[in-house]
C-alpha cells in the first residue's frame, strides 16, 4: 500500500469554489487503475491564517507501480487543470509514503 500525500495552501478568497472543484478531481482520479481511496482533511488549528487555508488529499493506491503510472500519464494534466482554475490561488506540493511497520492495539 501506498500513500500519495497532496498538501494544498489556498487563498481564503477562492476557498469554497476551490473545495467544491476539489471533490470533483478526487473522484476523477479515483477512477484511474490503482487509487483505492482519498480523503481530505482540513486544517482545525486554533491559529489559522485568514489569508490561506490548508487542505491535505490523503489518497491511497495498492501500488508504487500504479503511482508510477499516475505520474507518467495522468498527472501533468491534472495539474494543469488545477492551474487554469485556480492560478497562483492554489499551491501543492506531494509526498509519498509506503508502510514500514503496522503497529496492532493489544
Keep these: ?6 498538501d494544498l495552501k489556498i487563498n481564503s478568497s477562492i476557498y469554497d469554489e476551490f473545495l467544491l472543484w476539489l471533490s470533483e478531481h478526487v473522484h476523477e482520479i479515483l477512477c484511474l487503475d490503482g487509487f483505492t481511496n482519498a480523503e481530505i482533511y482540513e486544517e482545525s488549528d486554533l491559529n489559522i491564517n485568514n489569508e490561506i487555508r490548508q487542505l491535505i488529499v490523503n ?10 503510472n499516475y505520474f507518467d500519464n495522468h498527472a501533468t494534466n491534472m495539474r494543469n487543470k488545477t492551474t487554469e482554475m485556480f492560478g497562483n490561488n492554489v ?5 509519498i509514503f509506503s508502510i514500514k511497520k503496522v503497529i496492532n492495539k493489544s
Excluded at 499551491?91 to 509526498?95: G, K, N, P, Q, V
Design 1 to 6: 500500500m501506498i500513500k500519495y500525500i497532496v
Design 91 to 95: 499551491i501543492a506540493s506531494r509526498r
Design 59 to 68: 489518497y491511497e493506491l495498492t501500488s508504487r507501480q500504479h503511482l508510477q
